[in-house]
């Protein structure tokens, strides 16, 4: 988890733990296991989707029958597979980040499970990748079922902008690490001056979100938090 990360010494709660030992990883795919694992060695292992969060946008993408998808923010792949795994063959995700290194992490796995051939990884800044969509937009315009971000969570405001145009009417657009390590709730004399700055702008982010009459949405506490939009106009 990302939380022991920058507090060491904070231990998961007992009922996150009875979720994560009961439902999450007896039901956790081998490959997406095995992708976890081979994550866990890196230093920047924090970065990875939490296997609860994990868990729901699966059954989000089951749903609502998810065939075009888009994700901000890669790593090594965790994410990238579990919705790989859950589209159909002919499904596509336009997967876009700016580091190759870590997504080669995981591609082997993610070739070992057949589903390469869904992904168009794109080696790029997301923004863009999104304007050259959104140039496209009697093509590209409300054309995507469902979209994930867990990127540079400065910028989480400009990507809504653009993904509530790309994502159709219906559609899923999911946004990770808005609890920021339980910060966004504490006085801000209490946090730590390293991650201030995410802290602050999540906070602006998750206020603007709640706000947003183009969609129905839903804080929950999963992983790091987890901000799911449903895009009703």
């Not at 996150?16 to 039901?27: A, D, G, K």
């Not at 993408?61 to 065939?67: T, V, Y």
């Not at 980040?97 to 870590?102: A, Y």
């Not at 959104?134 to 990507?159: I, P």
Request: aromatic share 8%.
């Amino acid at each position: 988890m990302i939380l022991r990360r920058i507090f060491p010494d904070r231990k998961l709660p007992k009922d996150i733990l009875y979720i994560m030992e009961t439902s999450v990883y007896p039901r956790e795919p081998k490959v997406l296991k095995e992708l976890r694992d081979v994550t866990a060695s890196h230093p920047t292992a924090f970065y990875g989707t939490s296997p609860d969060s994990g868990q729901l946008m699966a059954l989000l993408l089951k749903l609502i029958n998810a065939r075009k998808t888009i994700e901000i923010g890669v790593y090594t792949g965790y994410s990238l597979l579990l919705t790989a795994l859950a589209i159909p063959d002919d499904g596509k995700i336009t997967a876009i980040d700016t580091v190759r290194e870590t997504y080669e992490i995981g591609l082997p796995i993610i070739r070992k499970a057949g589903v390469e051939h869904k992904i168009n990884f794109i080696h790029s800044p997301a923004q863009p990748v999104l304007d050259e969509l959104l140039e496209n937009e009697v093509d590209e315009g409300g054309s995507f079922d469902f979209a994930f971000v867990d990127a540079d969570k400065g910028s989480y405001l400009e990507y809504h902008e653009r993904l509530i145009r790309l994502v159709k009417v219906g559609g899923i657009i999911v946004y990770d690490n808005t609890l920021w390590f339980g910060t966004v709730a504490w006085p801000q004399q209490d946090v730590p001056e390293s991650i201030m700055s995410t802290r602050l702008s999540t906070v602006e982010f998750n206020q603007r979100i709640a706000a947003d009459s183009r969609v129905q949405m839903s804080l929950a506490p999963l992983g790091d938090g987890l901000t799911i939009c449903r895009r009703i106009s």
